[in-house]
């Protein structure tokens, strides 16, 4: 594992972190898109069946098991906590998710390393990860104003991306073999959706402002 | 070595 690779997977851990925090300090979910997170539940849950079948790395297993179990609690919360519920910014939370969904099926269907069911979700995940953060996006674009810890809980989760981008240069110098496709022209697309938020968000910290989108 | 059907990544 290289540097970057670590890195990456310490920024989203950090994002996930973060996210928690908000919700527990603040015991609200105001900005946070409930889509995205029911998105990413469904990513981790698909993409780490091989929990089951595969034994990479002790660190492997249980970051897959705090990403799955971080993710279903931050769901749980906002549907079924009594105060963070009320919180839920539902009115704004407005994207069409059910499309992502099939459109990453789809194209999961077509495009996979493998016709096998493993396999298949595994693209699927990929896919759907991949556009998970619209949800996101639009909210707190269409909010305008994003508090503290959500913009940073969103600029995590974007250096994760990055990061990753860094890895799989990386690996693709040292091993010639490494060749992910899929994961890495997903990636590209993933990060890239996060340029217009992370304009923004430099532009606010050069001038120690508050984060705003415009609308 | 690494095979294509595992995927190392997180």
């Not at chain 1, 390393?113 to 595994?122: G, N, P």
Request: aromatic share 18%.
């Amino acid at each position: 594992m290289n540097i970057f690779r670590f890195l990456g997977d310490m920024t989203h851990l950090i994002s996930i972190l973060i996210l928690l925090l908000k919700i527990y300090a603040t015991k609200s979910c105001s900005g946070i898109s409930l889509k995205t997170q029911e998105l990413y539940a469904l990513v981790f849950l698909t993409r780490y069946l091989d929990l089951f079948t595969d034994f990479i790395s002790v660190y492997n297993t249980v970051m897959k098991l705090v990403f799955i179990a971080s993710s279903l609690a931050i769901v749980w919360c906002m549907r079924n906590h009594p105060l963070v519920r009320r919180s839920y910014d539902k009115q704004l939370d407005t994207f069409r998710h059910y499309f992502l969904l099939l459109a990453s099926f789809l194209l999961a269907l077509l495009l996979h390393e493998k016709f096998a069911f493993q396999e298949v979700l595994w693209a699927f995940s990929i896919y759907l990860e991949a556009v998970a953060i619209l949800p996101q996006l639009v909210l707190l674009q269409r909010s305008g104003n994003v508090d503290n810890l959500t913009g940073q809980y969103v600029f995590f989760l974007g250096a994760y991306r990055a990061l990753y981008i860094f890895n799989w240069i990386y690996r693709y110098f040292i091993d010639p073999h490494f060749t992910r496709w899929i994961a890495c022209v997903s990636g590209l697309v993933q990060t890239a959706l996060y340029a217009d938020f992370f304009y923004y968000y430099f532009i606010s910290w050069k001038n120690n402002a508050k984060l705003q989108l415009p609308a | 070595g690494e095979t294509n059907t595992t995927h190392d990544e997180l």
